[in-house]
């Protein structure tokens, strides 16, 4: 798990990415865009990594090794603590991938490749929605993970 730092922005992001070079490369431009961007290689490292430090949003690709991208959606929505965590799956199989994606509980979905600023414009709609409903704002996150 790779913490990159910026935080101009409100919001905590995971980025779970098999592919080292995409999650690097999202996970730099998210900072760049001043995000505070944790990392993780898998899904099961991801679940593991949301547990510890719950993200406003969680951005996930489907086809990865030990837990896939839509097994960690699933278990995003029925874990207490992460439930109301937005989640933004990527994939590279097109328009019957996001459309299962949604279908799974996904709160958005998106083609790889994407226009990187139509991404944070999602990214940012995303977390703002979130922490406007949950009431919640940065920081408080730990609060609430803690009592859980």
Not at 101 to 125: C, L, Q, R, Y
């Amino acid at each position: 798990m790779k913490k990159t730092a910026g935080r101009s922005k409100p919001g905590r992001i995971l980025v779970v990415e098999d592919n080292a070079d995409s999650r690097d490369l999202l996970s730099k431009l998210l900072a760049m865009s001043g995000y505070e961007v944790v990392s993780a290689p898998d899904g099961e490292s991801g679940f593991e990594a949301a547990l510890k430090q719950v993200p406003d949003l969680i951005i996930t690709d489907i086809n990865m090794p030990r837990m896939d991208g839509l097994e960690l959606l699933r278990k995003v929505r029925v874990e207490r603590t992460l439930s109301g965590t937005a989640v933004l799956v990527v994939t590279a199989f097109g328009g019957e991938a996001a459309r299962v994606a949604m279908e799974a509980g996904a709160d958005a979905a998106t083609a790889k490749p994407f226009d990187f600023d139509g991404f944070i414009d999602t990214v940012n709609t995303l977390i703002f929605t979130r922490q406007k409903v949950s009431g919640r704002q940065v920081g408080q996150h730990d609060k609430f993970a803690e009592r859980a």
